[in-house]
Structures are given as structure tokens and as C-alpha cells.
């Protein structure tokens, strides 16, 4: 919801560039760390490499 919220686009969009970005898939391999971090520190690295693109 926040990453919906800041970037304001619908939930169902915000997922789908969870899902498909490289932060949504590190989020399960622990060697990344990703689990320990807050919501905004992940929401901003999906923005960050959403700004790459």
C-alpha cells in the first residue's frame, strides 16, 4: 500500500511492480537482508530501481 500510495497508482499495479522488480525477489534469499528492513527502506529501493529503468 505504500508503494501504491507514493507512487500513486492502484494496489493491483504497485504489486505487479513488487513482484517484478529485483527487491520483490531478493525479499526471499536472507543473504540480501531484506526481511530486517522497513517497509520504506524496501519502498524506497523499489523506486530507486524503478528510476534506473
Known amino acids: 500500500m505504500q508503494l501504491s500510495d507514493e507512487l500513486q497508482i492502484s494496489p ?3 504489486l505487479l511492480l513488487f513482484y517484478n ?8 534469499d536472507p543473504k540480501y537482508g531484506y526481511q530486517l528492513m522497513s517497509d ?5 529501493d523499489i523506486k530507486a ?3 534506473d529503468r
Request: net charge positive; aromatic share 6%; charged share 15%.
Open 40 to 44: 520504506t527502506y524496501i519502498v524506497n
Open 49 to 51: 530501481e524503478l528510476g
Open 21 to 28: 522488480s529485483t527487491v520483490g525477489q531478493q525479499l526471499h
Open 12 to 14: 493491483k499495479r504497485a
